[in-house]
């Protein structure tokens, strides 16, 4: 494999991948033995990963920069042309469900593959296919007006990201003007983004309601791979964040306001874990990138591995530039089984969080994509995906000092009450998302109305002072999930509990890494509850596991403030 800069792009040609796809069904069907059927099975899989590789080559590099013209023509034609390899699909998924061979494909790549098949050909009609290409335009949408939006602060330019480090600065002044500024920047484009995602909201109710359902909730459960709970269950489960969760935050937000001076925390002052600043991390992005080598080398002989694989060919784009894509993510490279991390560094303890929550997923990625047939099993459902990511982060812990120095205590208290603390806030934007689609035809007053009800509940402690935009309820729309990944948000909170609870077993001294190797290796194979028991993980639905996970999580944040104090 090259470095990743210097792989080839081409352009698929869908009529002939439609073709080949076709070919191979024809085999398939043709097909007098079960060794046939699976090598033309694999066959149709490997033209689809050919097209996925192209398509995921295409979409990093557009986000790398949002203004290259080429890369933006490129994601235009799949936006459009993308989803119509769905009718293709629909086909082999038809075929598959019926065919004879079925009992020996199930007991040879699970019978969870299946059943996605089952919900996948009750999703889809011919006549979602228009919706579709505008959901996805208009997600695009989203993402340029993001990335074009940038303010002059303290003599430099800044994007949403690059105003992160001034919001952290001891300096109360800078922090509030910060935040202002960002503040600022969203209610500049504030009428596009309620406009788009009123789009949106119609496009996906519309979406939803041509096949069949009472609500895009409805759609959206079985879509996400949700078939083991319901939203009642989300419901429950965000009582039990209020009920345990939300006053232990209450407690962490009140002690900061002790170590910071203040009588209470203003909404720029939450960024602000100490009061002589918050521990940054030491050195350029590339000794950054050197040191979570070498992390990784000492963790494991499967983390070193992966690492140096993803060193070696470049598989990474850290740095903040202007017209780069907003957040972080990673993505996977089927043909070269190769994960990719994206991300914007801004000088913080966040990047850092990067080379430890993405490169978990990236690991997960890559150690199961070395043992498992099917580059779709690699990756699972979102609320198993995030454990991934969110317990290398906590098992990271003990090489801390080479990131932080003498900061390293700091690095760890923050971090993981920052954990804790941001659960309120994911299940704020769950349950806007079900106000929103329980109410589709409310309006932007009304969604600015909705969250700051939301936020009241689970984040009392969220003051905005002299802000009249976010006092009026603006702060839902800076979170891109609610217009790119409908109802994802939720599965950060259930993983970080999960991520906890192996936490948890470390902290015991059992074997927490032999439980989260069982875990990355597993992909996709079976469902939520069947891969959480396996993994030996409690579940997070269930009132009494949030009320002794919040109990452990307060004792340890306790002994990390014992630490810290001396």
């Keep these: 494999m090259e470095k990743f800069k210097d792989l080839p792009y081409v352009r698929p040609d869908l009529k002939q991948v439609k073709k080949d796809l076709n070919r191979s069904l024809k085999e398939f069907e043709k097909a007098e033995t079960f060794e046939e059927a699976d090598k033309a099975f694999l066959e149709y899989q490997k033209i689809m990963d050919a097209v996925s590789t192209q398509s995921t080559i295409a979409h990093i590099r557009n986000t790398i920069n949002m203004k290259d013209e080429f890369y933006d023509r490129e994601m235009q034609f799949y936006n459009q042309e993308g989803p119509k390899l769905m009718l293709v699909g629909m086909k082999a998924i038809k075929v598959l469900l019926r065919s004879r061979y079925r009992p020996a494909l199930e007991e040879k790549y699970g019978k969870k593959m299946f059943l996605d098949m089952e919900i996948q050909k009750n999703q889809f ?103 083991d709970y319901k939203a009642a269950d989300i419901a429950k489960f965000r009582e039990a964040v209020l009920k345990y969760i939300t006053p232990l935050c209450d407690r962490l937000y009140a002690e900061q306001a002790g170590r910071l001076g203040l009588e209470r925390l203003e909404w720029y002052d939450e960024g602000l874990c100490f009061a002589d600043g918050n521990a940054t991390p030491i050195g350029t992005p590339e000794e950054l990138v050197e040191k979570a080598r070498r992390m990784y080398e000492e963790m494991s002989p499967e983390t070193g591995e992966f690492f140096n694989f993803m060193t070696e060919h470049e598989l990474f784009d850290l740095q903040t530039r202007e017209n780069k894509h907003l957040g972080g993510y990673m993505t996977f490279l089927p043909d070269y089984k190769a994960p990719f991390i994206f991300s914007n560094f801004n000088g913080t303890s966040a990047d850092i969080d990067v080379l430890t929550h993405e490169a978990g997923h990236a690991f997960q990625g890559y150690y199961a994509s070395r043992r498992l047939p099917l580059s779709e099993q690699t990756g699972s459902t979102s609320e198993i995906n995030e454990i991934h990511s969110m317990t290398m982060e906590l098992f990271a812990y003990p090489y801390m000092e080479r990131f932080f120095g003498d900061k390293t205590d700091k690095y760890r208290y923050a971090h993981f009450t920052e954990a804790i603390k941001t659960i309120p806030y994911l299940v704020c934007v769950d349950e806007f998302q079900h106000r929103v689609f329980e109410n589709p035809k409310s309006t932007p007053a009304d969604w600015r109305v909705f969250w700051r009800q939301i936020e009241k509940k689970y984040m009392p402690w969220r003051h905005y002072g002299d802000n009249a935009f976010l006092e009026g309820g603006g702060f839902w729309m800076q979170k891109q999930h609610i217009f790119l990944y409908p109802f994802y948000y939720i599965d950060y909170a259930l993983a970080q509990l999960g991520a906890f609870s192996l936490y948890r077993k470390e902290q015991k001294g059992e074997d927490a890494w032999g439980s989260y190797l069982k875990l990355c290796g597993m992909g996709g194979m079976y469902g939520y509850f069947e891969t959480l028991e396996r993994a030996g993980i409690p579940l997070p639905l269930r009132e009494e596991n949030v009320k002794e996970l919040a109990s452990f999580v307060e004792e340890q944040t306790q002994l990390l403030k014992e630490k810290l104090e001396g």
Aim: hydrophobic share 35%; net charge positive; glycine share 6%.
């Design 125 to 227: 009609k011919p006549s979602i296919l228009h919706p579709s290409i505008r959901e996805n335009m208009l997600s695009t949408e989203y993402s340029k007006i993001a990335a074009g939006c940038s303010v002059e602060f303290m003599g430099e330019t800044c994007n949403f990201y690059g105003l992160l480090r001034h919001m952290q600065s001891t300096d109360r002044a800078e922090r509030k003007a910060a935040f202002d500024a960002w503040a600022k920047l969203y209610e500049g484009v504030a009428p596009k983004l309620d406009a788009l995602y009123g789009e949106l909201v119609k496009t996906r109710v519309k979406i939803s309601r041509k096949l069949g359902y009472d609500s895009y909730i409805d759609f959206i459960y079985p879509a996400r791979g949700r078939y």
